[in-house]
Nanobody
Framework: QVQLVESGGGLVQPGGSLRLSCAAS????????MAWFRQAPGKEREFVAA????????SYADSVKDRFTIGRGNAQDSLYLQMNSLKPDDTAVYYC?????????????????WGQGTQVTVSS
């Protein structure tokens, strides 16, 4: 059974940092695109960042560029999102996602597997 499990969310003050992790299991994700999306209350799920695991080529939403870093974790098939200089607008549930086809990486519907999400709240 394929599973993606996020961890690392929490409450942080504006300007602070958090590191999210995603543990993947159930099959090999070594050739996948893996991504982070987020969804704030009353808003649609939006793309945050994605990485092609084989090439490590990454892509970011403009709103997080230069503040967030996506990468392959140390554990096999794991993923992380390092979030720095957090803003209140970053408050959302963050989801890890994966798919095999390297196309339309910013579209939620294109992803085959999803985690349950982890809450990130940026507030003073």
């Amino acid at each position: 059974q394929v599973q993606l499990v996020e961890s690392g969310g929490g409450l942080v003050q504006p300007g602070g940092s958090l590191r999210l992790s995603c543990a993947a299991s159930g099959r090999s994700f070594s050739n996948d695109v893996m991504a982070w999306f987020r969804q704030a209350p009353g808003k649609e799920r939006e793309f945050v960042a994605a990485i092609i695991r084989t090439t490590r080529i990454a892509s970011y939403a403009d709103s997080v560029k230069d503040r967030f870093t996506i990468g392959r974790g140390n554990a096999q098939d794991s993923l992380y999102l390092q979030m720095n200089s957090l803003k209140p607008d970053d408050t959302a549930v963050y989801y890890c996602a994966a798919k095999k086809v390297i196309a339309t990486i910013t579209t939620p519907k294109a992803y085959d597997y999803w985690g349950q999400g982890t809450q990130v709240t940026v507030s003073s």
